[in-house]
């Protein structure tokens, strides 16, 4: 008879499998172009219904993978969060934004797919506000959105909102750039993933900082 213990143990293995397989493959094919089935087997699961049995349903697999990288992140923006309390300084906001996601990036070797998987999850209608809800609902998310808020409180609310779709674009995208090139062994504009948080906090702050065209309604 299998103790319990082993029994869980096999159970969070076979869990890590699947997260790992499932996140490449939605990284390289795109959420709604791979089944639990292709999951299952990229798993080494002989049991197609292996998906379904330990996550239930796409979506609770997708946020499992995002709250599989979620800890090291926020750990990170905690830290971060602590040493620039009380900053007039936006660079070190938008700081707290970016570099917590490029370090982790950095620490999973190569290749890598989580950046590519967030790509994917975010352009998809089906998944875009669940992933995005997810992200931002962090407690370091939301201390950092504060932040963000009360040094760009100048800009009217509409070019606020504006601007954040496109730095979360630039985000999400440029990472999952660089990422895919890395893979695929071509140049990137930047030699390491903290030299890319560099050019992002530059590109970020700037955006934030641009002037703001009067047009007409």
Aim: glycine share 6%; charged share 20%.
């Amino acid at each position: 008879m299998v103790s319990p213990r082993i029994r869980q143990t096999h159970g969070s293995e076979t869990r890590e499998v699947i997260l790992a397989a499932a996140e490449r493959l939605f990284a390289e094919h795109g959420v709604a172009a791979v089944s639990n089935r292709q999951v299952s087997e990229a798993a080494g699961q002989a049991n197609n219904f292996a998906v379904g049995y330990h996550f239930g349903t796409k979506a609770d697999l997708v946020l499992a993978i995002v709250r599989r990288h979620a800890p090291a992140i926020e750990r990170r923006r905690e830290e971060m969060l602590a040493a620039i309390k009380g900053s007039s300084d936006l660079r070190d906001w938008v700081s707290c934004l970016v570099r917590p996601s490029t370090e982790h990036l950095a620490t999973l070797g190569s290749p890598t797919w989580y950046a590519r998987f967030m790509a994917q999850v975010t352009t998809d209608p089906a998944l875009r506000e669940l992933v995005i809800g997810e992200a931002i609902a962090s407690p370091s998310m939301q201390a950092t959105i504060e932040g963000l808020n009360q040094h760009t409180s100048i800009l009217p609310a509409d070019v606020r909102a504006e601007r954040g779709d496109m730095i979360r674009q630039l985000m999400v995208h440029i990472c999952a750039e660089r990422e895919r090139a890395l893979q695929a062994g071509t140049p990137t504009p930047r030699a390491s993933w903290e030299a890319a948080a560099v050019g992002l906090v530059d590109a970020i702050v700037g955006l934030w900082l641009a002037p703001v065209s009067v047009t007409e309604t």
